[in-house]
């Protein structure tokens, strides 16, 4: 089995002028090295091993709703629309990578989004 990080990582790292730093201690990918659009959550503030990311308008609440036991609002960022994605369950990879490119679209210039894959 892959490692969660190690898939995330590429499924961040594949859109356009993204860059990987710590950030809270965790790996955060940044578009342009400055604007966040996926943080990692390794047992950040609980047993979860999970991703938080910026989410179109009523995506977390729909997500949470939906399925609470894969989906969360996290701390400090939920009560801004940021959905958790909970990675220590059974993992849709497909529905990440839509996740991950939807919380790139919110944060990233409209010329980089054009260039996405």
């Known amino acids: 089995m892959e490692d969660p990080l190690d898939l995330l990582r590429g499924l961040c ?3 356009p002028e993204t860059t990987e730093r710590l950030s809270h201690g965790e790996p955060t990918w940044f578009v342009r090295d400055k604007k966040v659009f996926v943080t990692f959550a390794d047992h ?3 047993d979860r091993l999970a991703f938080w990311c910026a989410a179109p ?3 977390q609440e ?17 009560h ?10 059974e993992v849709d990879w497909t529905e990440v990578a839509e996740i ?8 990233a ?7 996405m894959p």
Do not use: Q
């Open 13 to 15: 790292l594949a859109l």
């Open 44 to 46: 950040h503030h609980d």
């Open 57 to 59: 308008a009523g995506l």
């Open 62 to 78: 729909e997500l949470v709703a939906a399925d609470p036991r894969r989906f969360f609002r996290p701390p400090y960022v939920g």
């Open 80 to 89: 801004r629309g940021w959905l958790g994605v909970h990675l220590d369950v």
């Open 100 to 107: 991950v490119r939807d919380a790139y679209r919110v944060v």
């Open 109 to 115: 210039p409209r010329s980089l989004v054009a260039r």
